[in-house]
Protein backbone atom coordinates (compact mmCIF):
# COMPACT_ATOMS: atom_id res chain seq x y z
CA UNK A 1 0.00 0.00 0.00
CA UNK A 2 1.73 3.37 -1.21
CA UNK A 3 2.28 6.06 1.03
CA UNK A 4 0.63 9.31 -0.52
CA UNK A 5 3.64 10.66 -0.78
CA UNK A 6 6.49 7.54 -1.35
CA UNK A 7 5.19 5.33 -3.74
CA UNK A 8 6.06 1.69 -2.62
CA UNK A 9 8.09 -0.23 -5.33
CA UNK A 10 7.11 -3.30 -6.96
CA UNK A 11 9.79 -5.10 -5.70
CA UNK A 12 8.35 -5.16 -1.67
CA UNK A 13 4.82 -5.64 -2.64
CA UNK A 14 3.19 -8.48 -0.44
CA UNK A 15 3.69 -11.46 -2.60
CA UNK A 16 6.69 -10.35 -4.88
CA UNK A 17 9.51 -12.40 -5.75
CA UNK A 18 12.92 -12.05 -4.63
CA UNK A 19 14.48 -8.69 -5.48
CA UNK A 20 17.66 -10.97 -6.57
CA UNK A 21 14.99 -12.74 -9.76
CA UNK A 22 15.39 -11.37 -13.36
CA UNK A 23 13.13 -8.79 -14.63
CA UNK A 24 14.06 -8.71 -18.02
CA UNK A 25 17.20 -8.35 -19.75
CA UNK A 26 20.83 -8.46 -18.46
CA UNK A 27 22.61 -5.54 -17.71
CA UNK A 28 25.59 -4.97 -17.71
CA UNK A 29 27.21 -2.04 -14.95
CA UNK A 30 30.19 0.12 -14.19
CA UNK A 31 31.25 1.28 -10.55
CA UNK A 32 32.99 4.57 -10.40
CA UNK A 33 34.99 4.95 -6.93
CA UNK A 34 36.08 1.81 -4.90
CA UNK A 35 35.22 3.15 -0.98
CA UNK A 36 33.42 0.95 1.49
CA UNK A 37 30.20 2.34 -0.12
CA UNK A 38 31.10 1.27 -3.35
CA UNK A 39 31.98 -2.82 -2.47
CA UNK A 40 28.86 -2.86 0.00
CA UNK A 41 26.08 -1.97 -3.11
CA UNK A 42 28.90 -4.51 -5.26
CA UNK A 43 28.18 -7.16 -3.29
CA UNK A 44 24.34 -6.78 -4.37
CA UNK A 45 24.82 -5.86 -7.90
CA UNK A 46 26.47 -9.10 -8.09
CA UNK A 47 23.16 -10.83 -6.21
CA UNK A 48 21.11 -9.74 -9.37
CA UNK A 49 20.57 -12.26 -11.75
CA UNK A 50 20.00 -9.83 -14.51
CA UNK A 51 22.95 -8.06 -13.56
CA UNK A 52 27.23 -8.42 -14.95
CA UNK A 53 29.89 -6.72 -13.30
CA UNK A 54 31.69 -5.10 -16.52
CA UNK A 55 33.85 -2.85 -14.96
CA UNK A 56 35.44 -0.19 -12.49
CA UNK A 57 37.17 2.87 -12.35
CA UNK A 58 39.56 4.65 -9.39
CA UNK A 59 42.12 7.62 -9.86
CA UNK A 60 44.47 4.79 -8.32
CA UNK A 61 45.27 1.98 -10.70
CA UNK A 62 45.84 -0.89 -7.83
CA UNK A 63 42.64 0.32 -6.28
CA UNK A 64 40.82 -0.38 -9.43
CA UNK A 65 42.98 -3.34 -10.04
CA UNK A 66 42.22 -5.01 -6.58
CA UNK A 67 38.96 -3.93 -6.59
CA UNK A 68 38.26 -5.83 -10.12
CA UNK A 69 39.87 -9.03 -9.19
CA UNK A 70 37.85 -8.75 -5.87
CA UNK A 71 34.60 -9.01 -7.43
CA UNK A 72 35.15 -10.18 -10.65
CA UNK A 73 34.70 -7.32 -13.05
CA UNK A 74 35.51 -7.78 -16.73
CA UNK A 75 37.60 -4.42 -16.53
CA UNK A 76 39.24 -1.72 -14.41
CA UNK A 77 40.10 1.64 -15.50
CA UNK A 78 42.40 4.69 -13.78
CA UNK A 79 43.46 7.74 -14.12
CA UNK A 80 46.60 7.93 -16.39
CA UNK A 81 47.94 10.35 -19.30
CA UNK A 82 44.71 9.75 -21.43
CA UNK A 83 42.55 11.00 -18.70
CA UNK A 84 40.73 9.88 -16.31
CA UNK A 85 39.58 6.63 -15.14
CA UNK A 86 35.61 7.15 -14.86
CA UNK A 87 36.34 8.84 -18.12
CA UNK A 88 37.36 5.78 -19.32
CA UNK A 89 34.58 3.20 -18.14
CA UNK A 90 31.97 5.37 -20.15
CA UNK A 91 33.91 5.47 -22.97
CA UNK A 92 33.43 1.75 -22.37
CA UNK A 93 30.34 1.07 -24.82
CA UNK A 94 30.01 -2.93 -23.33
CA UNK A 95 28.69 -0.28 -19.98
CA UNK A 96 24.74 0.09 -20.16
CA UNK A 97 24.41 1.95 -16.25
CA UNK A 98 26.69 3.59 -14.35
CA UNK A 99 26.84 3.68 -10.61
CA UNK A 100 28.77 6.73 -9.14
CA UNK A 101 29.34 6.58 -5.21
CA UNK A 102 32.39 9.21 -5.33
CA UNK A 103 32.46 12.09 -2.74
CA UNK A 104 29.31 14.43 -3.13
CA UNK A 105 31.10 17.17 -4.69
CA UNK A 106 31.80 14.62 -7.78
CA UNK A 107 28.90 13.72 -8.30
CA UNK A 108 27.50 16.27 -10.83
CA UNK A 109 30.54 15.92 -13.29
CA UNK A 110 30.60 11.98 -13.35
CA UNK A 111 27.00 11.68 -13.54
CA UNK A 112 27.03 14.58 -16.18
CA UNK A 113 29.66 12.64 -18.41
CA UNK A 114 27.98 9.08 -18.01
CA UNK A 115 24.44 10.78 -19.19
CA UNK A 116 26.75 12.80 -22.06
CA UNK A 117 28.31 9.24 -22.87
CA UNK A 118 24.58 7.84 -22.91
CA UNK A 119 24.96 5.75 -20.05
CA UNK A 120 22.17 5.24 -17.26
CA UNK A 121 22.86 6.80 -14.02
CA UNK A 122 22.64 5.44 -10.41
CA UNK A 123 24.09 8.44 -8.31
CA UNK A 124 24.88 8.27 -4.62
CA UNK A 125 23.06 10.76 -2.44
CA UNK A 126 22.74 13.25 -2.39
CA UNK A 127 22.33 13.30 -6.17
CA UNK A 128 24.65 16.72 -6.00
CA UNK A 129 25.82 19.94 -3.92
CA UNK A 130 22.94 22.09 -4.87
CA UNK A 131 19.93 22.48 -6.55
CA UNK A 132 21.34 24.42 -9.75
CA UNK A 133 23.46 20.74 -10.58
CA UNK A 134 20.31 18.44 -10.01
CA UNK A 135 18.55 20.41 -12.76
CA UNK A 136 21.05 20.45 -15.10
CA UNK A 137 21.17 16.67 -14.39
CA UNK A 138 17.68 15.94 -14.65
CA UNK A 139 17.00 18.18 -17.71
CA UNK A 140 20.06 16.21 -19.39
CA UNK A 141 19.29 13.33 -18.53
CA UNK A 142 15.46 13.73 -20.03
CA UNK A 143 16.38 15.50 -23.08
CA UNK A 144 19.15 12.01 -24.13
CA UNK A 145 16.12 9.79 -22.85
CA UNK A 146 18.36 8.15 -19.81
CA UNK A 147 17.89 7.24 -16.26
CA UNK A 148 18.44 8.73 -13.95
CA UNK A 149 18.07 8.20 -9.86
CA UNK A 150 19.78 9.48 -6.59
CA UNK A 151 20.37 6.40 -4.66
CA UNK A 152 18.69 6.66 -1.19
CA UNK A 153 18.08 3.13 -0.42
CA UNK A 154 16.04 3.41 2.85
CA UNK A 155 13.07 4.40 -0.01
CA UNK A 156 12.92 0.69 -1.36
CA UNK A 157 13.55 -1.14 2.24
CA UNK A 158 10.53 -3.39 3.52
CA UNK A 159 10.54 -1.94 6.91
CA UNK A 160 10.20 1.14 5.44
CA UNK A 161 7.56 0.58 3.41
CA UNK A 162 5.77 -0.92 5.58
CA UNK A 163 5.80 1.77 7.72
CA UNK A 164 3.54 3.80 4.93
CA UNK A 165 1.36 0.53 4.84
CA UNK A 166 0.73 1.28 8.62
CA UNK A 167 0.19 5.33 7.70
CA UNK A 168 -2.13 4.60 5.36
CA UNK A 169 -4.44 2.10 7.03
CA UNK A 170 -5.26 5.05 9.45
CA UNK A 171 -4.49 2.88 12.74
CA UNK A 172 -2.38 6.13 14.03
CA UNK A 173 -4.92 8.86 13.10
CA UNK A 174 -3.85 11.50 11.69
CA UNK A 175 -0.11 12.52 11.88
CA UNK A 176 0.92 15.49 13.86
CA UNK A 177 4.84 14.89 14.52
CA UNK A 178 7.79 13.37 13.21
CA UNK A 179 11.08 13.12 14.98
CA UNK A 180 14.44 11.73 13.53
CA UNK A 181 17.86 11.70 14.00
CA UNK A 182 21.06 9.97 12.92
CA UNK A 183 24.64 10.49 13.99
CA UNK A 184 27.58 9.02 15.36
CA UNK A 185 31.38 10.25 16.51
CA UNK A 186 33.75 10.57 13.41
CA UNK A 187 37.34 11.63 14.26
CA UNK A 188 37.62 14.69 12.26
CA UNK A 189 40.14 14.05 8.96
CA UNK A 190 41.05 16.51 6.85
CA UNK A 191 41.90 13.34 4.62
CA UNK A 192 38.12 11.86 5.03
CA UNK A 193 35.19 12.92 2.71
CA UNK A 194 33.22 13.49 5.91
CA UNK A 195 35.05 16.06 6.87
CA UNK A 196 36.86 18.26 3.66
CA UNK A 197 34.68 20.76 2.15
CA UNK A 198 36.36 20.25 -1.06
CA UNK A 199 34.44 16.85 -1.59
CA UNK A 200 31.17 18.51 0.11
CA UNK A 201 31.80 17.03 3.49
CA UNK A 202 29.36 17.73 6.36
CA UNK A 203 26.25 16.17 7.91
CA UNK A 204 24.02 17.27 6.32
CA UNK A 205 24.65 15.74 2.64
CA UNK A 206 25.77 12.74 3.97
CA UNK A 207 23.11 11.95 7.15
CA UNK A 208 20.16 14.57 6.68
CA UNK A 209 18.05 12.52 3.98
CA UNK A 210 17.49 9.78 5.83
CA UNK A 211 15.81 11.57 8.33
CA UNK A 212 13.92 13.48 5.70
CA UNK A 213 13.14 10.64 4.26
CA UNK A 214 10.97 9.74 7.22
CA UNK A 215 9.26 12.94 7.67
CA UNK A 216 8.52 12.98 3.63
CA UNK A 217 7.23 9.26 3.58
CA UNK A 218 4.66 10.37 6.98
CA UNK A 219 3.63 14.13 5.77
CA UNK A 220 5.40 15.47 2.42
CA UNK A 221 8.06 17.97 1.84
CA UNK A 222 7.47 20.72 4.21
CA UNK A 223 6.21 24.32 3.37
CA UNK A 224 9.21 26.10 5.67
CA UNK A 225 12.08 24.71 7.35
CA UNK A 226 14.01 26.37 10.26
CA UNK A 227 17.62 24.68 10.51
CA UNK A 228 20.47 25.60 12.81
CA UNK A 229 23.99 23.80 13.12
CA UNK A 230 27.42 23.88 14.45
CA UNK A 231 29.69 25.04 11.46
CA UNK A 232 33.51 24.12 12.20
CA UNK A 233 36.31 26.72 11.12
CA UNK A 234 36.69 24.46 7.73
CA UNK A 235 32.96 25.70 6.78
CA UNK A 236 31.54 22.12 7.13
CA UNK A 237 28.32 21.47 9.47
CA UNK A 238 29.58 19.44 12.11
CA UNK A 239 25.97 18.71 13.33
CA UNK A 240 22.43 20.76 12.48
CA UNK A 241 18.72 20.09 13.77
CA UNK A 242 16.11 21.10 10.60
CA UNK A 243 12.53 22.00 11.85
CA UNK A 244 9.93 21.21 9.11
CA UNK A 245 6.53 23.30 9.41
CA UNK A 246 3.54 22.18 7.58
CA UNK A 247 0.51 24.45 7.00
CA UNK A 248 -1.63 21.65 8.77
CA UNK A 249 0.12 22.44 11.96
CA UNK A 250 1.74 19.05 11.72
CA UNK A 251 6.03 19.44 12.14
CA UNK A 252 8.91 17.22 11.83
CA UNK A 253 12.15 17.49 13.80
CA UNK A 254 15.50 16.32 12.22
CA UNK A 255 18.82 15.81 13.19
CA UNK A 256 22.24 14.81 11.89
CA UNK A 257 26.04 14.51 13.52
CA UNK A 258 29.10 13.91 13.09
CA UNK A 259 30.14 14.64 16.68
CA UNK A 260 27.53 12.65 18.87
CA UNK A 261 26.40 9.00 18.76
CA UNK A 262 22.56 9.31 19.06
CA UNK A 263 19.72 6.82 19.02
CA UNK A 264 19.38 6.62 15.29
CA UNK A 265 15.63 6.17 15.26
CA UNK A 266 12.65 7.92 14.06
CA UNK A 267 9.10 8.19 15.44
CA UNK A 268 6.16 8.87 14.05
CA UNK A 269 3.14 10.33 16.13
CA UNK A 270 -0.75 10.38 15.28
CA UNK A 271 -3.85 11.54 16.77
CA UNK A 272 -5.03 7.72 17.55
CA UNK A 273 -0.84 6.26 18.40
CA UNK A 274 2.61 6.04 17.46
CA UNK A 275 5.39 3.73 15.72
CA UNK A 276 9.50 3.98 16.09
CA UNK A 277 11.84 2.46 13.69
CA UNK A 278 14.74 0.54 15.19
CA UNK A 279 18.42 1.48 14.77
CA UNK A 280 20.02 2.16 12.26
CA UNK A 281 17.27 4.85 10.87
CA UNK A 282 18.73 3.77 7.28
CA UNK A 283 18.49 0.38 7.47
CA UNK A 284 15.76 -0.47 10.47
CA UNK A 285 14.46 -3.89 10.16
CA UNK A 286 12.38 -3.54 13.32
CA UNK A 287 9.17 -1.82 14.08
CA UNK A 288 7.45 -0.97 17.16
CA UNK A 289 3.89 0.07 17.07
CA UNK A 290 1.70 1.56 19.77
CA UNK A 291 -1.80 2.29 19.09
CA UNK A 292 -3.25 4.86 22.02
CA UNK A 293 -5.76 2.53 23.63
CA UNK A 294 -4.15 -0.91 22.03
CA UNK A 295 -1.14 -2.70 22.62
CA UNK A 296 2.14 -2.47 21.15
CA UNK A 297 3.56 -5.02 19.18
CA UNK A 298 6.92 -5.56 17.92
CA UNK A 299 6.94 -6.03 13.78
CA UNK A 300 10.62 -7.91 12.28
CA UNK A 301 11.52 -7.87 8.35
CA UNK A 302 14.51 -10.20 6.54
CA UNK A 303 16.56 -8.26 4.23
CA UNK A 304 18.60 -10.01 0.96
CA UNK A 305 21.89 -9.34 0.81
CA UNK A 306 22.99 -6.04 2.47
CA UNK A 307 19.49 -4.24 1.94
CA UNK A 308 20.61 -2.29 -1.63
CA UNK A 309 19.46 -5.05 -3.61
CA UNK A 310 15.90 -3.58 -3.36
CA UNK A 311 16.82 0.06 -4.73
CA UNK A 312 19.22 -2.29 -7.72
CA UNK A 313 15.99 -3.71 -9.02
CA UNK A 314 14.20 -0.94 -9.01
CA UNK A 315 16.26 0.86 -11.07
CA UNK A 316 17.02 -2.51 -13.52
CA UNK A 317 13.13 -2.75 -13.52
CA UNK A 318 12.88 1.01 -14.67
CA UNK A 319 15.68 0.56 -17.40
CA UNK A 320 14.27 -2.96 -18.53
CA UNK A 321 11.14 -0.81 -18.97
CA UNK A 322 11.97 2.40 -20.97
CA UNK A 323 11.57 4.34 -17.45
CA UNK A 324 13.58 7.69 -17.02
CA UNK A 325 12.95 7.89 -13.37
CA UNK A 326 11.58 5.73 -10.30
CA UNK A 327 8.46 6.45 -8.87
CA UNK A 328 9.70 5.71 -5.44
CA UNK A 329 12.58 7.85 -5.92
CA UNK A 330 11.39 10.62 -8.54
CA UNK A 331 13.19 13.53 -10.00
CA UNK A 332 10.78 16.05 -8.28
CA UNK A 333 11.66 14.55 -5.13
CA UNK A 334 15.71 15.07 -5.29
CA UNK A 335 14.90 18.03 -6.57
CA UNK A 336 12.75 19.05 -3.43
CA UNK A 337 15.47 17.72 -1.11
CA UNK A 338 18.27 19.65 -2.71
CA UNK A 339 16.48 22.66 -2.70
CA UNK A 340 15.04 21.94 0.87
CA UNK A 341 19.17 21.57 1.61
CA UNK A 342 20.46 24.41 -0.24
CA UNK A 343 18.12 26.45 2.52
CA UNK A 344 19.40 25.11 4.96
CA UNK A 345 22.91 25.45 4.34
CA UNK A 346 22.39 28.97 3.57
CA UNK A 347 20.84 29.71 6.87
CA UNK A 348 23.86 27.74 8.99
CA UNK A 349 25.99 29.64 6.60
CA UNK A 350 27.69 26.59 4.51
CA UNK A 351 28.78 26.72 1.05
CA UNK A 352 31.03 24.59 -1.17
CA UNK A 353 32.80 25.14 -4.71
CA UNK A 354 30.15 23.74 -6.67
CA UNK A 355 27.91 26.69 -5.60
CA UNK A 356 29.95 29.21 -7.53
CA UNK A 357 29.08 29.36 -11.05
CA UNK A 358 29.31 25.60 -12.67
CA UNK A 359 32.34 24.54 -14.04
CA UNK A 360 32.35 23.50 -17.69
CA UNK A 361 33.06 20.38 -18.13
Not at 70 to 78: D, L
Not at 199 to 214: K, R
Not at 240 to 266: F, P
Request: net charge negative; with cysteine; glycine share 8%.
Amino acid sequence: MDSPYIPTPPCVFQGAPSPVQKTGRVLRWGVVATGNISAKVTEDIARLEDAVLHAVSSRNPDSAEEFADRFGFTRSYFDDDRGRGYHHLIDDPEVDVVYVAAPHAQHYEISRAALLGGKHVLCEKSLTINAREAEDLIALASSRGLFLMEAVWTRFLPCVNRIWEVLVSGELGEVRWVQADLGFPSPPDPASRLWNPESGGGALLDLSVYPLTLAVGALGYPDGVTAVGAVNGDGIDTQNALLLNYRSGASAQLMSSLVAAHTRTGTIAGSKGWLRTGAPLHNPVELTIQPHLGERRVERFRQVGNGYTYELREVTRCIQSGLLESPTMSWEHSLASMRLFDEARSQMGVRYANDFPARTL
